[in-house]
């Protein structure tokens, strides 16, 4: 039996979110194991191709008309019509949103098995944090995310959730990261400090989303205190969101802009973690921070926050510091041990990569997929 058809029903590429950017680097990786892979995404951009190649993949965009209460409809409809008319092995959803009930039905119809990837955990809305909090939209999803046939979890907090949840198939498979791309995004620390202008002792990067989830706020209290020990630090902040007026406004109030350089959404962000001494994650929840496994991987010492995915990528002391969220006095004493002892930072940083390598490697995420869909398709 050669290795199955897998249709991916997600966002995907040209959008730079982390779901999207983990669902492109796993559809590579399965096609390098032998697999046969296509994507189904929603068209939001009416400029873009409705069939497409993206890295080699069939892409597939759905035209989505933007009316309240009626684009959603007929995005599963056209879906739906989609996998009726496909010959995939496996249907796998990566964020539980309108197309998992055309993906559940077109799994029932066809007897083909249906994966959905559970990839975010927030402290009061759970493994549904992706999901409206009520509604006849948040009943349907829900209802058919019960259906499916198996469900990945890419972090231990969202597998013991989906398990207390009652699901009975759980694949425990996190994000993975492909290090060959990243080696290849590395240049020297000294080229990439001249290339990219900044200079700074440290020079501390955070890279995500500007909202209240990425805790950037948490960082910027916390900054006020570190910038008073270590006045020749400079925090490159790499990300734009809802919470970027209001960031720079709490930095002009606090009386650090100009110790902050806040340089938008980034394509170029492999040399800025060569040009960092540290790297910075202070979110107050998450699923599996792809930012953190390329942090990781690129030899940076990182401190981030004890939530999903991080305490699993993170061996607290070993390979970085872990502190709690929301709380900026433990993050600012965490960042300054590793300011003040660079041997500290080579022994975290060497550790950090040997992680990534040893347990994150994309193509090792692909086999553990590979081998989940397997199993499924055996049951079924």
Known sequence: ???????????????????????????????????????LTPREDEALPEEDRVDGIAVRRIPTPRVPGIGAGVLVFRVLADL???????????????MLIAAVLAGRIRRVPVVLKFANLSPGRGIWVDVPERGLRRRLIEAAARRVDGVVAISSRIARAAEEGG?????????????????????????????????GD?????????????????????????????????????????????????????????S??????????????????LFVLPSRYEGFPNVLLEA?????????????????????????????????????????????????REIVGTEARKSAEGRYDINRVAEQTLAFYRELIERR
């Open 296 to 344: 990781m991987a690129a030899g940076l010492p990182a401190v981030a926050t004890r939530v999903s995915g991080s305490e699993d990528a993170i061996e607290d002391g070993r390979s970085g510091i872990l502190v709690p969220p929301g709380e900026p006095g433990p993050l600012v004493e965490a960042l300054i041990e590793l300011a003040d002892n660079p041997r500290l």
């Open 260 to 277: 902050i350089d806040f340089r938008g959404l980034r394509r170029d962000v492999g040399p800025h973690y060569a040009a960092a001494d």
């Open 167 to 199: 699901w009975r198939h759980v694949g425990r498979i996190p994000n993975g990261i492909d290090l060959v791309a990243m080696a290849e995004e590395l240049p020297p620390r000294i080229q990439a400090r001249r290339t990219l202008a900044v200079e």
């Open 202 to 258: 440290p020079i501390v990067l955070f890279v995500g989303r500007l909202s209240w989830q990425k805790g950037a706020d948490i960082l910027l209290d916390a900054w006020v205190r570190f910038v008073k020990r270590r006045p020749r630090a400079r925090l490159l902040v790499l990300g734009e969101g809802p919470d970027e007026v209001k960031l720079r406004s709490q930095a002009e109030d606090l009386g650090i802009a100009g």
């Open 84 to 98: 009726l008319s496909g010959h995939d092995d496996v249907i796998h959803v990566h964020i539980p949103g309108p």
């Open 1 to 39: 039996m050669g290795e199955p058809c897998v249709v991916m029903v997600t966002g995907f590429a040209p959008r730079v979110g982390g779901a999207e950017r983990q669902a492109q680097r796993l559809a590579r990786a399965l096609v390098r194991h032998g697999a046969q892979v296509r994507v």
